[in-house]
């Protein structure tokens, strides 16, 4: 099984409140990522972990946390959304820190009002 | 930094028509290069890739070639179908195993 899943699918939130978005894989891959898509944009990394050490893009440093309690699950965390978190979130995962493929999920669109 | 150009936001083909998206890079490093393909509803998904040790990646009738002098990775197809229809993207992967993706092309392939 390649499967990465999201959850949810759809996230509606509110400015200045707290969004956690979930993904998971059981392919046993020690690197999963982070992806933020805008539209008319290229997906652009946001963070990673490989195995349980945290990488986190300098530009977006601040903007989103992450917690991986074990090797199949992944969360991306924003404290207090803004307007400008209206995006399609894509998680990935890859074995042997990214030397191979990356698996991607359907992604999660999250719309703040 | 690295960065991936797809200059062609939109094709639109018939079925049979051969199909060409062009792509550029920019690096400096000798990356590894993958075509990503995104069908409605679904992750992007690994359609080919080409290291610096072989320079043609063919993967379900589509072929990209590695041109170093030219540091271009277009995709082409010499007869498209409808099910071909998806969002084509230009990745680049670098020595720390990052990868940055292109704008990408949506391909529409009409019946």
């Known amino acids: 099984d390649t499967t990465v899943k999201q959850n949810p699918r759809y996230k509606l939130a509110r400015v200045g409140k707290p969004v956690n978005l979930i993904c998971s894989q059981t392919m046993n891959h020690d690197t999963m990522y982070w992806y933020q898509k805008k539209p008319n944009q290229a997906p652009k990394l946001l963070l990673f972990?490989?195995?349980?050490?945290?990488?986190r893009e300098a530009d977006t440093f601040e903007k989103f946390q992450s917690s991986r309690p074990n090797n199949s699950f992944c969360s991306l965390y924003i404290g207090s959304a803004g307007l400008e978190y209206s995006a399609m979130y894509l998680c990935?995962?890859?074995?042997?820190?990214?030397?191979?493929?990356?698996?991607f999920g359907p992604g999660t669109r999250l719309t703040v009002l | 930094g690295d960065s991936v150009t797809q200059m062609q936001g939109q094709v639109t083909l018939s079925e049979d028509d051969f199909l060409f998206i062009n792509c550029t890079y920019s690096t400096t490093w000798y990356p590894t290069l993958f075509w990503y393909v995104q069908y409605p509803g679904e992750g992007p998904q690994l359609l080919l890739k080409v290291t610096t040790a072989n320079n043609k990646g063919i993967s379900r009738g589509f072929e990209a070639t590695y041109d170093k002098r030219t540091t271009s990775f277009h995709l082409q197809k010499a007869s498209v179908q409808e099910s071909d229809s998806a969002v084509y993207y230009c990745v680049l992967r670098n020595a720390g195993a990052k990868l940055t993706f292109g704008g990408g092309t949506r391909l529409t392939v009409r019946p």
């Open positions: 972990y490989y195995d349980k050490i945290l990488n």
């Open positions: 990935a995962s890859s074995r042997l820190g990214g030397s191979y493929e990356q698996y």
